[in-house]
């Protein structure tokens, strides 16, 4: 299934009376020329039927770019723009807006030729306050047509995650387990932000699992399995029980999904699961989450919005990991210390039991639990995905809400150090800048629990700017050191 939106940008330009229409409509040509010439014409139109001056105007490219099938909006002031018509526009759009203004061309027109977008887009900005509507407005709004091109097509992928969001439905299974108290947070948030929801007993799943025992597919599933898993498939014996499980989960998304779209899930996978099931779930998360369908462990479904972000913000595979362990002294001073950059208390391990997709992985095997396994039967805790994690660029991060009911959000950008990491799970020494501050004033601080989403590069700008577009007013990140924290102490040795 496709579980992320197609974004289609409508370009609207805009136009003063007591200005010339002219201006607005050689620098929208220009514009779209420019955006086209680099990044195609797939993801944007240009509304053709007016440079918007009135309300009936706003009205008139209002029907167009619906007619069109856009979901985002562009409005772009070529010059100084009316300000309520334009702002009237973001309100009237159900999606997505942004906002940008064209910058004067030439000192040899500054007469006839002079826009005065850089104006307009002060009392663009004020109107929308006013209307209480929420738009996105780059960095530096005011640019040529090829940063005006630059700063839409970065609107691309946060305005992905704005409209999948108000068309996503998490599914849960189960309550979290016992102590295990971390991602246990209010989901009315959730609904704040448009995201629906539907809590399932870990017994409705096991009734349907059970339901698919003997399913014709299975035999095909555990072939797909097998081409996956290559010389790491070392419990070949539990595979059709966890296709089995892949196929339950699956059309468990197609008959309850309902008039969403876009799906993530928020799993049951101890305490009772192995005993019952027979299997742990990891692989099978894994597997899921590489086709663009996150799912979280452990119930997480703060989790499991924060991978659907990530998911539609990198365009890619996202995994969800404990912010676990740190690194040994002698790991560090015999692997990192003097080949990069980083100092001990700047890098940890990040880590789950299995459910990374073997396509951030350096290599795999299927194996058992090794920690489920210290008071289970072995046997039971089968399943679950071991390797390191890729090196490379990364973006950790999370949305959560409080116990009142108040989202906050952290975002720190970094990387997986091509360090083997001696140890078991799916697993990678990370590498964040300033990471022991971090640690301790935002996640400490800020009461985060220890999940944590990866997006595979750096995206840390996008999901900020989705984070501010969604209203949160605490975005923590990882300060460098001129820049303390308010509860840092600035006495400290």
Known sequence: MNNTPNVKIGIVAVSRDCFPESLSVSRREALISAYKSKYGDADIYECPICIVESEIHMVQALEDIKKAGCNALC?????????????LLAKHFDGPAMFVAAAEETGGNLCQGRGDAYCGMLNASYNLKLRNIKAYIP????????????????FVPIA??????????????????????ACNAPIKPLFDLGV????????????????????????EVVKDMEQELGKGNMKPEILPKLAQYELTLLDWIESHKGYREYVAIAGKCWPAFQTQFGFVPCYVNSRLTSRGIPVSCEVDIYGALSEFIGTCVSDDIVTLLDINNTVPADLYEEDIKGKHDYTLKDVFMGFHCGNTSSKKLTSCSMKYQMIMARSLPEEVTQGTLEGDIIPGD???????????CKLR???AQGEVLPVATRSFGAIGIFAIPEMGRFYRHVLIEGNFPHHGAVAFGHFGKAIFEVFKYLGIAEIGY???????????NPFKG
Not at 478 to 488: A, F, G, H, I, T
């Open 478 to 488: 990882n300060q460098p050191k001129c820049l303390p924290y308010p509860s840092e």
């Open 196 to 219: 629906e929801i539907e809590e399932n007993s870990e017994l409705d799943l096991f009734e349907a699992y059970k339901l698919h025992e003997g399913d014709e597919r299975i035999p």
């Open 409 to 411: 959000a952290y975002i």
């Open 160 to 181: 992905k995650a704005i409209i999948g969001l108000k068309n996503l439905k998490i599914i849960s299974f189960g309550p979290r387990p016992l102590n295990f108290m």
């Open 394 to 404: 990364i973006t950790f991060f999370r949305l959560q809400s409080t116990s009142d």
């Open 75 to 87: 409005v772009y002031l070529g010059n100084f723009g009316p300000e309520i018509s334009e702002t």
């Open 139 to 154: 960095e530096y709004p005011v640019g040529t047509a090829e940063e005006c091109a630059d700063m839409i097509n970065e």
